[in-house]
């Protein structure tokens, strides 16, 4: 599985990190919607820890889509709740 | 691909991918929107640019308050020594709100330098994917079928095309950044301008004169202080000779000021 953090790169991750990066990925989004900013950044950098850790940094000679793409690594609560309300992050 | 039903990294993707300005065929595009690339390379190195300024700016800022701190302090012991607390309390708040305004500077130059060292990045990390894009594309065409070969270049195309995107969502964020740091910098200098940092701001209840100006006029009583002390002593008038080292203590000074 191929997982980008947006602004930083790609890294190649064993299949078996889905699951637990889909829970932590839940997780966050629930933290941010109760505007629990201390839990949102915990969990946003276990998410970035988990993918930096697990995973293979790719190398300029792999062109790969990526399977999933996180937000860049300094996203605050608040622009996270943006994303998720509309129009966000990335103009549309 | 393994299920990813995370809702944020949902999110981003579709918001990238429309980024992708999809086309039928990625490749055509890569090839075609060479214009395209040339023109996000160079807004890369601009954004690095005024990141740069940015952050001369931002330094600059910090020399001065660095020097005012150092001044206030100075002013903050002058003043005690001349039993003036007030006037120390005043040179000891601003100081500090120097100091704060200092921290924060750092702070964001700081931001600025991994913002700048960020993009160099990924100037050379687009650059090199496109130059390897080109070279596999002819290794592609060589090994395989027409049809197979055209799925092969679609995949290579649609990385490069995500890391375009991403380079685009880097330098948006950079822009942001460096909008609002100009922008706090400016409000700095508006203040400084005004004088917030400055020697001639008016102390608080009513009193005209700023921390130099008192300063200047205690210093200069206590040097006619000095002189009167020393002029008594040569008349023979005056019998302590140890006054001379401690006039800076002396007080009420102004009821022995000259008619």
């Known amino acids: ?92 | 691909m393994p299920g990813m039903s995370g809702r944020m990294s949902i999110v981003i993707k579709s918001k990238i991918n429309r980024l992708l300005d999809r086309a039928e065929d990625p490749s055509e595009t890569i090839e075609y929107s060479y214009q395209k690339q040339m023109e996000l390379l160079q807004n890369v190195k601009k954004g690095v640019a005024d990141v740069v300024t940015s952050k001369k700016r931002l330094q600059l800022q910090q020399q001065k308050l660095e020097q005012q701190v150092v001044k206030l302090d100075t002013q903050a012991r002058q003043a005690l020594a001349q039993n003036r607390e007030d006037l120390a309390r005043t040179a000891l708040e601003r100081k500090q709100f120097a100091q704060g305004e200092l921290q924060s500077l750092d702070q964001q130059v700081a931001e600025l330098e991994s913002q700048q060292a960020q993009l160099i990045d990924k100037e050379q990390k687009l650059r090199s994917k496109l130059e390897q894009f080109r070279t596999k594309k002819e290794v592609i065409k060589a090994q395989y079928s027409a049809a197979e070969a055209s799925v092969k270049i679609s995949e290579a195309a649609t990385g490069v095309g995500e890391e375009m995107a991403d380079v685009g969502l880097a330098m948006q964020r950079a822009q942001d950044k460096t909008e609002t740091m100009r922008a706090r910098a400016g409000a700095m200098e508006e203040l400084e301008a005004a004088g917030a940092f400055d020697d001639n701001l008016q102390l608080g209840s009513g009193g005209q004169d700023d921390i130099d100006r008192q300063l200047h006029e205690l210093t200069s009583q206590s040097g006619v202080d000095d002189d009167l002390a020393r002029m008594k002593a040569e008349l023979g008038s005056g019998s302590a000779p140890a006054s001379q080292g401690e006039l800076g203590q002396s007080s009420a000074p102004s009821e022995e000021r000259p008619a």
Do not use: K
């Not at chain 1, 299949?15 to 941010?32: F, G, I, S, W, Y």
């Not at chain 1, 820890?49 to 790719?58: I, T």
């Not at chain 1, 793409?69 to 509309?86: R, W």
């Open chain 1, 1 to 92: 599985m191929i997982v980008r953090i947006a602004t930083e790169g790609q890294y190649r991750l064993p299949d078996e990190d889905a699951q637990r990066l889909n829970e932590l990925d839940n997780q966050t989004v629930e933290a941010c919607e109760a505007g629990d900013e201390p839990r949102f950044l915990a969990l946003f950098t276990e998410m970035l820890d988990l993918v930096r850790r697990d995973g293979r940094a790719l190398g300029d000679d792999e062109l790969e889509e990526s399977d999933v793409i996180l937000p860049p690594p300094d996203t605050s609560m608040d622009e996270a709740a943006h994303e998720f309300s509309g129009e966000g992050l990335i103009p549309d």
